[in-house]
């Protein structure tokens, strides 16, 4: 018998070696990239010691108290070591501080106020420098802006979670783009449109009274990132947000997120004046309208004095807009910009727009309508454009509004939420997407007019610019379903601040800042993370098809859609599958989409010599038999896309699997579990897309490749009454 205070005894011991497992292998992702474990390479982590070992800081707003809790939590935990204050600058030390208050005893302030200058250099740009004064190290972060210093010294600690050399720092950095939103599609009832994380973040019931501490955590990932505003509403809006109630409550938010750099926008219903207002119109020229909206913005300013404007849909999908009065965009954008100009906010005017009437390629509708308009926005507009010219595809080319309109300052939307590429269960990384789209060579001036020149203002030379991103955050621990799903929210801040970057770069960053510092793990996942996209593309919309999706949901493939009140919600429109061939002819002898691009692109497009694999089906349709560049069909071609993406999840899997006893438990484990998910989805999209395109070429699927085990009839026959959207 073990003597009862024995038993007690060990079974403590017991308990305390499980907690100690558990907080060391139990990571359920909601730190984010803002993991700051200790370093585990020693020496390392002593040279790091060496040149940190006092810290300098000036300032004592609340945004250098952000600064420094920051800081304060990133060396205690990387390095284990407490911030440790001093300024007699005797021992290496780590100075933040603002230009003009940088210690001139020691530093060269003159030197500082040329580098934190220069072409387009912005007030929340930093500099990181490394200065040696006879035996004694100074790394010195400093801006003109204190939202720099805290950008600068989220730079800084990422080069210590990646294990970077420090020793010589000489680094200078501004964001490209002065507007880096993310757009929250969400519900004033916390339901998130398109959301597959959980409900919204936003606490609508408690605000403003109660402040969740993960607003905090949030805020501080957004800026770690160098995202500086925030869209907290759908934009399917409803009129209620700009009713005092929950004015307030955005302003409670506003408060929390002031310090860490972020500034608040919210959607607005274009009929507001109506909804809530009492008004019996909401035409944009009718001068009670226009006051209405004066009104309301400055009610909102003397709640939020640092509001940053207004998002809208209108006109589009059903949502009301000037359109309805029969005035332009240009007439509904300006009468807002007009009530948010004398407070210094901007409206982001969505170019998402078509109509099942206008018989029109919806591919033209939006650039028809918009390029007519250019020249006639105010200065406070930018509108705002998705990145390809139908929506959020798996693969779309670039709009081709970007680069048409000159005089107008068009903005980036991206989606981050995957609800055209796997919900929150696929592993698809979007920084490949996002730099696609960006590096792509509008040649409306020449080569090297990309995207990414279009809407950072530098090609038509604009001042104000912006990029905003579908949100993909909800209240699930893990912030966005999927583990790896945090690397799209990551990768699109980091594109946002500096589009030059790599998609591998960011990849690599953040898997070194989430899941490990080891090579020899980070290399797999890098190489899993920059082909599921490509994957992704091939099992569901291989050659250039798009939106063949699930009805509504847009969950799984749905290529047999039809004869819904709308053609351009079906998915034969996209397809146009017949017994002869398959694809969307956009060229001169079908809708001529094409034109719309610049000469080299048009004609790189409409030549199936030049036209790439990637966008043959976008932009024209072809015999079943036509050979393609492999020397194979487009039917066989077709199946081996097909086969191949579907075939590279399973092979990511098993490489997931490899990873087992390598990367923390609860992760390894969430993401096992998402790839079998993954892996059953990417079949179900193949089979199912293979037997009913099957159906026109009434061609075999090549012999080397296995048949589907299930008829098109079963893949037709699946309902999703709950899933989400
Ligand atoms: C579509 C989404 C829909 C959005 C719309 C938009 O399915 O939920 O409201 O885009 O961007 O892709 O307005």
């Not at 408060?255 to 959607?267: A, C, E, N, Q, T």
């Not at 009718?286 to 404007?309: C, H, M, T």
């Amino acid at each position: 018998m073990i003597p009862i205070r024995k038993f007690y005894t060990i079974l403590l011991l017991f308990l305390m070696i499980y907690m100690i497992n558990l907080s060391l292998k139990a990571d359920d992702g909601y730190r984010l990239w803002l993991k700051y474990d200790k370093i585990e390479n020693e020496a390392i982590r002593e040279s790091y010691k060496k040149l940190i070992q006092k810290t300098f800081l000036i300032g004592n707003s609340s945004v250098m108290q952000v600064v420094e809790n920051e800081l304060s939590m990133a060396l205690h935990g990387l390095l284990g070591q407490p911030l440790l204050h001093n300024n007699d600058l005797t021992q290496n030390t780590l100075i933040i501080a603002l230009e003009n208050d940088l210690p001139s005893a020691i530093l060269d302030r003159e030197k500082y106020a040329t580098s934190l200058t220069g072409d387009n250099f912005s007030d929340q740009g930093f500099v990181i420098r490394t200065i040696r004064k006879s035996a004694v190290t100074y790394t010195v972060i400093t801006a003109r802006g204190e939202s720099g210093l805290l950008y600068g010294v989220f730079h800084f600690i990422r080069l210590l979670q990646t294990c970077q050399d420090i020793d010589n720092l000489n680094i200078k950095s501004s964001p490209k783009i002065k507007h880096r939103v993310l757009n929250h599609w969400d519900n004033l009832d916390r339901t998130v449109e398109r959301g597959y994380s959980g409900f919204s973040l936003w606490d609508w019931q408690k605000l403003p009274d109660y402040i969740h501490s993960y607003y905090i955590d949030y805020a501080r990932a957004n800026a770690s990132v160098g995202i500086n505003g925030t869209v907290l509403n759908n934009v399917n809006a409803s009129p209620q947000i700009l009713t005092p109630l929950y004015l307030k409550k955005v302003a409670a938010l506003a408060d929390v997120f002031r310090p860490y750099g972020i500034k608040v926008y919210l959607s607005i219903r274009f009929s507001a004046p109506i909804d809530i207002g009492g008004l019996k119109r909401a035409d944009p020229l009718d001068s009670e309208v226009r006051q209405w909206w004066a009104d309301k913005a400055a009610e909102i300013y003397e709640l939020i004095p640092n509001f940053g404007g207004f998002l809208v849909k209108a006109n589009s999908e059903g949502q009301p807009g000037p359109q309805d009065y029969g005035r332009t965009h240009a007439d509904g954008a300006n009468m807002l910009a007009e009530a948010l100009k004398p407070h210094g906010g901007v409206v982001m005017w969505r170019a998402f727009v078509y109509d099942n009437k206008v018989k029109e390629d919806r591919a033209k509708q939006a650039y028809n309508e918009f390029v007519l308009l250019d020249g006639q926005f105010n200065d406070n507009v930018l509108v705002q454009v998705k990145n390809g010219p139908i929506d959020f595809q798996p693969r779309e080319p670039f709009h081709p509004l970007f680069g048409a309109t000159p005089k107008t300052s068009l903005m980036m939307e991206f989606q981050i939420t995957q609800e055209y590429l796997g919900f929150s269960t696929h592993l698809v990384y979007l920084g490949t997407l996002f730099k696609e789209v960006l590096d792509a060579d509008t040649y409306v001036r020449d080569m090297g007019s990309t995207v990414a020149k279009v809407i950072d203002g530098s090609l038509h030379g604009h001042s104000i610019s912006g990029i905003a991103g579908v949100a993909n955050t909800g209240t699930d621990r893990n912030w966005t379903g999927h583990i790896f799903a945090q690397a799209n929210w990551y990768a699109y801040g980091r594109l946002a601040w500096d589009h030059t970057l790599t998609a591998e770069e960011i990849a690599r960053d953040w898997i070194k800042m989430t899941l490990s510092r080891d090579d020899d793990i980070v290399n797999p996942i890098l190489e899993m993370m920059m082909e599921s996209r490509e994957n992704t593309v091939n099992y569901m919309t291989p050659l250039g098809l798009h939106h063949i999706m699930g009805w509504d949901h847009h969950y799984g493939p749905a290529p047999w859609i039809k004869d819904k009140p709308r053609d351009d919600w079906t998915s034969v429109y996209y397809h146009r599958a017949n017994e002869e061939g398959i694809g969307f002819d956009r060229t001169e002898t079908g809708s001529n989409a094409v034109s719309l691009y610049a000469k080299p692109v048009r004609q790189k497009f409409s030549s199936l010599e030049t036209c790439p694999d990637e966008y043959l089906l976008w932009f024209h349709h072809l015999d079943w038999t036509y050979v393609m560049r492999s020397g194979n069909t487009l039917w066989d071609e077709l199946c081996y896309r097909y086969y191949d993406g579907a075939e590279r999840v399973t092979r990511m899997k098993e490489a997931w699997n490899d990873l087992q006893d390598k990367i923390d438990d609860e992760i390894y484990n969430h993401v096992k579990q998402m790839m079998i998910i993954h892996e059953k989805e990417a079949i179900w999209w193949r089979n199912a897309c293979v037997l009913y395109f099957q159906t026109f070429s009434g061609l075999p699927i090549p012999t080397d490749l296995v048949r589907p085990d299930k008829s098109l009839e079963y893949y037709m026959n699946l309902s999703f009454p709950f899933a989400p959207k």
